[in-house]
């Protein structure tokens, strides 16, 4: 099992940057894929995007494809959310998971952070 902490939440003018942190423990961190996803008033959790065990690799949804960039650090077990040119209807509670594989759904991850709100003001 793993403990997954984000952070890096907070308000922010729209075309503006957040970066979100995700502090991982509790399992070789270098063996996980890591999730990004995001869950708006109302709506369903949805998948942000992915990156691989090492780093190399990332995959986006078209919604912050150009604008978010995953990163990670595994000698901080941390993986990071850069986000940019924020829009109002990026505003959600954003969460980290964690997997054994680059899975783009919610129902493949089982290890879930508490998650982090992130408001973009118009």
């Known amino acids: 099992q793993v403990q997954l902490v984000e952070s890096g939440g907070g308000l922010v003018q729209a075309g503006g940057s957040l970066r979100l942190s995700c502090a991982a423990s509790?399992?070789?961190?270098?063996?996980?894929?890591m999730g990004w996803f995001r869950q708006a008033p109302g709506k369903e959790r949805e998948f942000v995007g992915v990156?691989?065990?090492?780093?190399?690799?990332?995959y986006y949804a078209d919604s912050v494809k150009g604008r978010f960039t995953i990163s990670r650090d595994n000698a901080k077990s941390t993986v990071y959310l850069q986000m940019s040119s924020l829009k109002p209807e990026d505003t959600a509670v954003y969460y980290c998971?964690?997997?054994?594989?680059?899975?783009?759904?919610?129902?493949?991850?089982?290890?879930w952070g508490q998650g982090t709100q992130v408001t973009v003001s118009s």
């Open positions: 509790g399992r070789a961190f270098g063996t996980l894929c």
């Open positions: 998971a964690a997997s054994l594989v680059m899975h783009i759904s919610r129902s493949d991850y089982a290890d």
């Open positions: 990156i691989n065990r090492s780093g190399d690799s990332t």
